[in-house]
């Protein structure tokens, strides 16, 4: 038998998430607040900095993450007072789980800016004559994170305004599924244009993720595949 654990939230959570109160049916009746929170993360994972930047409140009191917390305690999640926004979004990831084009796309769509385009890469069957099954990537985790917010840095230091998002998958990656979103955000259309070539094309040059391609018959490794490959160099 599950029990409903209802989160209420407040201020940026709420319009983050669209709504006032979180439910979740869970089988646990206690829990340490870090659990919750982590239970939290695994339901929103696209919230798991605002979630994990704020506090949980218990009946009223401020709760530790090692304290116990019940389904019946009047429970809320709470960003931090007066300072807007509990944590700025983070634009840049490598998931395992299937990429969402909107979510992606909603982090780079701010006032200043008019103009969006949003770079979508998928799996391809045919490839000169041969059928691929599906690809596997692989990255270099958290340098390949570091690498995709340089990428966002040099984006927002060459053209002024420009905001972008990237994000990638490892893992299987089957026929006609989302590998990998970069999302650009800048003042006119023009320059969008501009910084979306530039993410894709950087991304490729810099940036440790390798997909192995699986065929009927056989299988390769692939990387990068811009001719002479010199990660070092300064970008153009």
Known sequence: MSNQWKIQLFAGLAERFGKPEII???EENILQVKVLKQTLIAQYPDHEPLITASFVAANQSYAA????????????LLPPVSGGEPEAVERFAIRAEPLSVETITAKVIVPGNGATLTFTGTTREWTQGQRTVRLE???YVPMALKMLRQIGAEISQKWKGAVCAIEHRTGVVGIAEISVVIA???PHRDTCYEASRYAIERLKEIVPIWKREIWEDGSEWKGHQQGPWNPAAPPN
């Open 65 to 76: 993450d090692d304290d116990l917390v019940t389904y019946s305690d009047e429970l809320a």
């Open 24 to 26: 979740l049916n869970l």
């Open 184 to 186: 650009v955000s800048t």
């Open 137 to 139: 990537y692989e990255a």
